[in-house]
């Protein structure tokens, strides 16, 4: 992050246009103003998605108003619809997925910014990305077929058995579920939250590690009192971001959820998300107010991870950047 | 607690190696040369293949590409260049939001403004959705690449007397190139497996590619339709069209990596 010193700095703008005369004024000019077209195209872009998912979705909200939110019922014959099971399904198995994901990611950050000699952090940190970098609908080709079977038979029967007396345990193990759909999610922000920790971590500056060790501290007392609290804040964004990219997470938790419209509080139970629901849906759906529905279950989702970025934006943002201004 | 991290990265790369471990073994052996020549079958016939959705999906990578990285590009350079701090974030801050919308999102959007008007599902369609995905990727490492070139060069070039357009397009980018491709490819491999946004703009074909104007096959919504098909032939062919697929993307990946840290070194 260095703060280069633009040629503005040497040269005020518009000063030194003069040298080359007008013609250089123009073709500047031109190329300046083709770079300020292009990315007020993008902010554009990101304007104009709020724009037209909130005209389509006119006709749902003028029609249900809040009641959306809070309905329960997804009825295309009758023309009722309601979010609420997608939006529970939706942050319960992004719940799941964080559960599962934090404790593993955190680990991994701290093994390779910390722990991990160079030979090792490298390729390790890259087969990490690897991971992100595998299609959505591949790890839910492999979710359907291989993950599946295997939460269906050993091991939602075996919490069945043992903690079954918990609501979240009950019930026949159909393998698709939120379950099933939590465990990929997790698969999915592992990367994300792991990168963006361990680069967190690695900007921490190296006196308070030192200061730590110099107390007498042990290689964990170090981490766990001066590394930690120290970046704390980034930590929680990169959580965040996971969070966010576990909520729009599409055509894996499709695959693997069992796409049943259902409010229970049974792990093993088929559901649906937001971004499920539209998925297998929208392609079929008919008159405005189904489709609106459907847009509107897509804003709802857009507003969400928006909150939920912006916020982990800012807290990364100022994580990262302390390095800079402190050294 | 030491031992549970690195406990923690094995689990990691046991997971990864499961996945990929299945998807090689199923892949092969359910691989074969039809897979590339043959268009699909109709329902109830065995065999057929995917090359239709395979040219499909690099016809829509092209698509998107043309539409995103002059886009993405020049508001790298914008960021990098022109913009002071303020702003300079502000549209990083826009480039990061826009990264963040799930691509479902982003497919409903492209399905209001462009299938919803022209009334038919499009390639087109796909291709704008493919590229609003694509261009903050393109945007965020273009403008990083673009800082990493030293401020000397810069004023070096502008010591020429040469105009400071010129000086942007013969001797920033040039030096930045080696950063600008590795994010171009990265983004081209990322779209080149989304799905999400193309069930309802792409829509898939069962007569080939059409037109730009016409629905058109993605290999990635291929491998979808297929895997969820009761038909245990096709959820063959959707095992060895994941293979293909991740060869594809990873073989992307992996040769950019490589490729660029070669250089930096």
């Keep these: 992050m260095m703060n280069t010193i633009k040629p503005d700095a040497v040269l005020p703008a518009g000063k030194w246009d003069v040298a080359e005369g007008r013609r250089g004024r123009i073709g500047d000019k031109i190329f300046f103003n083709l770079t300020l077209i292009f990315t007020l195209l993008m902010v554009l872009i990101l304007v104009g998605l709020i724009i037209i998912l909130n005209i389509d979705a006119w006709p749902a909200i003028q029609r249900?108003?809040?009641?959306?939110?809070?309905?329960?019922?997804?009825?295309?014959?009758?023309?009722?619809?309601?979010?609420?099971?997608?939006?529970?399904?939706?942050?319960?198995?992004?719940?799941?997925?964080?559960?599962?994901?934090?404790?593993?990611?955190?680990?991994?950050?701290?093994?390779?910014?910390?722990?991990?000699?160079?030979?090792?952090?490298?390729?390790?940190?890259f087969l990490i990305e690897m991971l992100a970098a595998i299609p959505s609908v591949i790890i839910g080709l492999w979710g359907m077929f291989v993950l599946v079977p295997f939460i269906r038979s050993p091991v939602e029967k075996w919490l069945g058995s043992t903690l079954g007396f918990l609501p979240f345990f009950q019930g026949p193990p159909f393998g698709v579920g939120f379950l099933s759909a939590g465990i990929i999610l997790a698969i999915m922000v592992i990367p994300i939250i792991t990168a963006v920790s361990r680069d967190v971590m690695c900007a921490v500056p190296i006196t308070q590690r030192e200061a730590m060790l110099a107390l007498g501290a042990t290689k964990w007392e170090m981490i766990n009192r001066a590394v930690l609290p120290y970046c704390r804040s980034g930590l929680v964004g990169a959580i965040i971001l996971g969070?966010?990219?576990?909520?729009?997470?599409?055509?894996?938790?499709?695959?693997?959820?069992?796409?049943?419209?259902?409010?229970?509080?049974?792990?093993?139970?088929p559901g649906v998300t937001i971004a499920s629901k539209v998925a297998s849906e929208f392609s079929e759906a008919s008159g405005d107010i189904y489709i609106g529905s459907l847009v509107e279950l897509a804003l709802v989702l857009f507003g969400i991870t928006l909150l939920v970025n912006i916020i982990a934006r800012l807290l990364v943002w100022r994580a990262t950047s302390v390095r800079t201004t402190g050294e | 607690m030491l031992g549970l991290s690195g406990c923690a990265t094995g689990i990691v790369i046991i997971v990864l190696a499961l996945i990929l471990g299945y998807i090689l073994v199923n892949g092969i052996s359910y691989l074969n040369i039809d897979i590339i020549t043959q268009a699909a079958k109709p329902v109830g016939e065995i065999g057929g293949g995917m090359r239709d959705e395979i040219f499909g999906t690099l016809i829509l990578v092209v698509?998107?590409?043309?539409?995103?990285?002059?886009?993405?590009?020049?508001?790298?350079?914008?960021?990098?260049?022109?913009?002071?701090?303020?702003?300079?974030?502000?549209v990083r801050f826009a480039a990061d939001i826009l990264a963040g919308v799930p691509s479902i999102v982003v497919g409903v959007f492209a399905y209001a403004v462009l299938v919803r008007p022209m009334h038919s599902y499009s390639a087109l369609s796909a291709g704008v959705a493919l590229a609003i995905i694509m261009i903050p990727v393109v945007a965020?490492?273009?403008?990083?690449?673009?800082?990493?070139?030293?401020?000397?060069?810069?004023?070096?070039?502008?010591?020429?007397?040469?105009?400071?357009?010129?000086?942007?397009?013969?001797?920033?980018?040039?030096?930045?190139?080696?950063?600008?491709?590795?994010?171009?490819?990265?983004?081209?491999?990322?779209?080149?497996?989304?799905?999400?946004?193309?069930?309802?703009?792409?829509?898939?074909?069962a007569f080939g590619v059409q037109g730009l104007n016409q629905p058109i096959g993605a290999l990635p919504l291929q491998i979808y339709r297929y895997a969820l098909s009761p038909y245990r032939d096709w959820q063959q062919q959707a095992w060895a069209a994941a293979f293909l697929l991740v060869i594809l993307v990873l073989g992307i990946n992996v040769i950019v990596r490589w490729v660029s840290r070669r250089r930096s070194r």
């Design chain 1, 64 to 125: 249900f108003g809040i009641s959306f939110i809070s309905s329960i019922s997804w009825d295309p014959v009758n023309e009722i619809f309601g979010a609420l099971p997608a939006v529970y399904g939706t942050l319960l198995s992004s719940l799941i997925g964080l559960l599962i994901a934090v404790p593993i990611s955190l680990g991994c950050a701290i093994f390779l910014s910390e722990l991990a000699p160079e030979w090792l952090s490298r390729p390790c940190s």
């Design chain 1, 243 to 269: 969070l966010g990219r576990a909520l729009g997470e599409t055509m894996a938790v499709t695959m693997v959820i069992g796409n049943a419209y259902n409010l229970t509080a049974s792990l093993f139970s």
């Design chain 2, 63 to 90: 698509l998107a590409s043309i539409i995103a990285l002059p886009i993405g590009l020049l508001t790298g350079i914008f960021v990098s260049e022109y913009a002071g701090p303020k702003i300079a974030s502000a």
């Design chain 2, 140 to 205: 965020r490492t273009a403008e990083e690449a673009l800082r990493l070139v030293p401020n000397s060069q810069r004023e070096a070039a502008l010591a020429l007397g040469i105009n400071r357009w010129r000086a942007i397009a013969g001797v920033i980018l040039p030096g930045a190139i080696t950063g600008i491709v590795t994010g171009i490819m990265l983004a081209v491999a990322r779209v080149a497996g989304e799905t999400a946004p193309l069930i309802f703009t792409a829509l898939g074909s």
